[in-house]
């Protein structure tokens, strides 16, 4: 799921949205049903931000599910270059970093939650939601991009998040969705391992910007790969 830029952008009247993280679906589904509840929570995390606030908001998790959607989005946009990185105790260890916008300006949670009235948002491993993919659906994923050999150092931070055997699992779970008819989008690594493993599928390279590199010396111009399945 991650930011959902393709489905905001798409703005489907029904769709299935999925992620394997618990937080980041209960963030979705809050948006969804309660808008207003976590606009007044993020409204005073707005007010109280600061470093001592960071680390204690990071350190706590609240029992209800609003405020931890609050928690979620709060972190994600006051930490260091909005990175999702947890140790092996599943903790959330991201250092504060510069931003300290928590409201983004013209910001509407009630129009969000309009765009998703039509979505059924499930947490669950990619499997599960691309087996009821058929003809007619439209299907876009976006994993995290893991590269055979670690060559890239993702597992490096999450190591059992997104292997290389999850990304042999994804190819055949899209071949398979293709197969049955739907047309299929993926984002990857633009890495010859990744072309590869989806040389059965067209591919196109994607020109970005990259500013998430530790080492501003890494940051810069850098390429995507996506590869398509009965897409015209």
């Not at 618990?22 to 976590?38: G, H, S, W």
């Not at 948002?121 to 299907?139: H, M």
């Amino acid at each position: 799921m991650g930011g959902g830029a393709v489905f905001f952008h798409l703005s489907p009247d029904q769709s299935i949205l999925s992620d394997i993280n618990p937080e980041l679906i209960n963030l979705y589904r809050v948006v969804r049903d309660t808008p207003e509840a976590l606009e007044t929570l993020m409204v005073e995390h707005q007010a109280k931000h600061s470093r001592d606030h960071y680390y204690q908001i990071r350190a706590e998790v609240p029992a209800g599910t609003i405020e931890q959607a609050a928690r979620t989005l709060y972190l994600n946009r006051t930490c260091w270059n909005g990175l999702y990185r947890v140790n092996l105790q599943g903790e959330f260890n991201v250092p504060i970093g510069t931003k300290t916008t928590v409201i983004m300006e013209g910001e509407s949670f009630s129009a969000l939650s309009d765009a998703l009235q039509g979505a059924k948002i499930l947490c669950q491993d990619f499997e599960a939601t691309l087996t009821s993919a058929e003809d007619g659906d439209f299907v876009f994923v976006d994993p995290p991009y893991t590269v055979k050999h670690n060559l890239n150092g993702f597992l490096k931070y999450n190591e059992k998040i997104f292997g290389w055997s999850d990304q042999v699992r994804l190819h055949d779970a899209v071949v398979a969705a293709a197969d049955r008819g739907a047309s299929v989008v993926v984002t990857n690594a633009d890495h010859e391992s990744v072309r590869e493993l989806y040389s059965d599928f067209t591919y196109r390279q994607l020109g970005r910007t990259s500013v998430l590199a530790g080492d501003p010396s890494k940051r810069g111009k850098t390429s995507e790969a996506m590869f398509l399945a009965n897409v015209d």
